[in-house]
């Protein structure tokens, strides 16, 4: 059981966009705008997308987008496209939580149709 | 450019121990903290510790809390994690993570390539 909960997989076609949600507690997510996005790709090392909510580091498409509303926060992948195919992490700094200082959430595997 | 080269996982059986390092290049090691981040095999992302650019504080996931100890060098640019008293359930590749500013704030903007840990007999 992760600490943050997030839909086991979700689908789009290229072109369409689509939306991860990632679900805390007011200890975590509600409590704090430290949350990031990961992109995995298989065998590959996560690679931040999102950080402090909404943010993008340098060199990250303007594809991504990232927004909060109280526990939940959510990423945005707009125009899809196929090398947008990966697993996604939510993170969120939790302070001195049950289950540690940072916590991630379980994963979504996006899958472009 | 930003480098983190782990190294230091493998084979080892349940009760033992395994020192992981994370030799890092590319940025001022000591203006930022660092962190240890876990995938068991077909599993999602682990939080495992962290620790302050000045190493004067350090963070534990409670799954590995008295038994696992990182640590830095910040003369040689390396980062370690101490693992001790094993269990199968530790069994994973172990990433190091660079994370965006002196302190833990769940910003892993550098990710290493990882290092395996194999916790059987």
């Known amino acids: 059981q992760s600490a943050l909960t997030q839909p086991a997989s979700v689908s789009g076609s290229p072109g369409q966009s689509i939306t991860i949600s990632c679900t805390g507690t007011s200890s975590d997510v509600g409590s704090y705008n430290l949350v990031s996005w990961y992109q995995q790709h298989p065998g590959k090392a996560p690679k931040l997308m999102i950080y402090?909510?909404?943010k993008r580091p340098s060199g990250v498409s303007n594809r991504f987008s990232g927004s909060k509303s109280g526990n939940t926060a959510s990423l945005t992948i707009s125009g899809l496209q196929a090398e947008d195919e990966a697993d996604y992490y939510c993170?969120?700094?939790?302070?001195?939580?049950?289950?540690?200082?940072?916590?991630f959430g379980g994963g979504t595997k996006l899958t472009v149709l | 450019e930003v480098q983190l080269v782990e190294s230091g996982g493998g084979l080892v059986q349940p009760g033992g121990s395994l020192r992981l390092s994370c030799a890092a290049s590319?940025?001022?090691?000591?203006?930022?903290?660092m962190s240890w981040v876990r995938q068991a095999p077909g599993k999602g992302l682990e939080w495992v510790s962290a620790i302050s650019g000045s190493g004067g504080s350090t963070y534990y996931a409670d799954s590995v809390k008295g038994r696992f100890t990182i640590s830095r060098d910040n003369s040689k640019n390396t980062l370690y994690l101490q693992m001790n008293s094993l269990r199968a359930e530790d069994t994973a590749v172990y990433y190091c993570?660079?994370?965006?500013?002196?302190?833990?704030?769940?910003?892993?903007?550098?990710w290493g390539q990882g290092t395996l840990v194999t916790v059987s007999s």
């Open positions: 993570a660079k994370e965006g500013n002196v302190v833990v704030a769940a910003t892993a903007d550098y």
């Open positions: 590319g940025f001022t090691f000591s203006s930022y903290a």
């Open positions: 402090e909510v909404s």
């Open positions: 993170c969120s700094y939790a302070g001195s939580s049950t289950f540690g200082n940072v916590v």
